[in-house]
């Protein structure tokens, strides 16, 4: 049985940038407002807002 490996203590979603059409997974800060990181192949940097509640969702478009 194969399960996606979930680290605790660094949460992170996964991400697809659409300008490369790629997945990366973004990690959140260090004041855990924001999840952010880069575009693995043209580095273009996407935040995103962690909302009051925070977010279930584990799969999000950059556009
Ligand atoms: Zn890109």
């Given at each position: 049985m194969v399960k996606d490996q979930q680290p605790k203590g660094r949460p992170f979603v996964s991400i697809?940038?659409?300008c490369c059409?790629?997945?990366n997974r973004i990690?959140?800060?260090?004041?855990?407002?924001?999840?952010?990181?880069?575009c693995p192949r043209c580095?273009?940097?996407?935040?995103?807002?962690i909302g009051p509640g925070g977010t279930d969702d584990?799969?999000?478009f950059a556009r």
């Open positions: 697809f940038f659409d059409k790629v997945y990690y959140k800060n260090k004041a855990g407002t924001h999840y952010v990181g880069w580095s273009r940097k996407i935040s995103l807002k584990r799969m999000f």
